[in-house]
């Protein structure tokens, strides 16, 4: 049996997307974890099952390199929208797509060829120590302490459909992220593991991180990872709420708005090539 794919990126956060509108994927965490792996399958950083939806334009599951399946993925649900317009899937720029987190808004903003700009509404961030969740004898982790190998870290914890545990530092550029990474997100603190970003702010309107996804490691961008840091950098003061926040990530850049009610999420998202592969 051969299948059909498209290969996806926004800001070199790489997915293997299939369109199981008019095609079924038999145990996609097994997929993941075989065609994710860079010298001996297609290589990405996991597989995005865009899938009929009884409540939206579209349904999206995601599945980690690793093979686990995650709620929410940022510049994947940008791709989704991106993929869902160009095989006719949704006929309006106006897009729903619906996720493990719930049904999430998509507006294409431009379209040209092989890249596109989208806009999402991400929904509203949540605190709270219990959902997100992480364990606290505090109803949220705001810019606390936290210690790992004797180093004091300053984090702030929250949930975008996904756990995250922004770490506040400098010079993130020069950290041992394969050591610290890990240390984070299996942590016992963490229950269900978390999305580490690491996170410099450079001025109010501009954040420079990097990211340790749990289930596979450090990724090139993490598009709630981007909302996860400018909304912790909003709480702490360091950056202002209702103005576009520029996250430089390791192979691009997301505006991030922070509003009231919701986050917004703007960037690219990019057709790499599409193919078919053995299964």
């Known amino acids: 049996m051969k299948l059909k794919f498209t290969k996806m990126h926004g800001c070199g956060n790489d997915y293997i997307y299939v369109n199981c509108f008019d095609q079924e994927l038999l145990f996609p965490e097994e997929f993941s ?62 897009m729903t797509v619906e996720t493990l987190s719930g049904i999430k808004e998509v507006l294409l903003l ?43 870290y300053k984090i702030t914890c929250l ?26 997100e299996k942590n016992s603190i963490f229950p269900e593991g978390v999305n580490t970003e690491f996170t410099e702010v450079m001025d109010e309107s501009n954040i420079k991180m990097r990211v340790w996804e749990r289930g596979s490691g450090e990724t090139s961008a993490c598009g709630t990872g981007a909302c996860a840091s400018a909304v912790a950098s909003v709480r702490n003061g360091l950056c202002e709420k209702g103005k576009d926040i520029a996250v430089h990530l390791l192979g691009g850049k997301l505006i991030i708005n922070y509003s009231n009610n919701a986050v917004h999420m703007t960037g690219e998202a990019k057709k790499i090539f599409e193919g078919e592969v053995a299964i």
């Not at 001996?40 to 399946?69: H, Q, T, W």
Request: proline residues 4%.
């Open 159 to 184: 949930s975008m459909g996904n756990p995250h545990c922004v770490v506040f530092m400098n010079d993130i550029d020069n950290i041992d992220i394969e050591k610290i990474g890990p240390s984070f």
């Open 110 to 152: 431009s379209n040209d060829g092989d890249i596109g700009i989208l806009k999402v509404n991400m929904g509203a961030p949540d605190f709270f120590a219990g959902n997100i969740p992480v364990s606290s004898n505090k109803s949220e982790v705001v810019y606390e302490d936290f210690y790992i190998d004797n180093i004091n």
């Open 33 to 94: 974890r075989k065609f994710s792996q860079r010298r001996y399958g297609i290589g990405s950083d996991g597989l995005i099952l865009v899938c009929p939806s009884d409540v939206a334009d579209a349904k999206m599951r995601m599945f980690n390199a690793d093979g686990s399946e995650g709620k929410m993925c940022g510049n994947g649900i940008r791709c989704v929208g991106k993929f869902l317009s160009d095989n006719n899937l949704a006929l309006s720029k106006k």
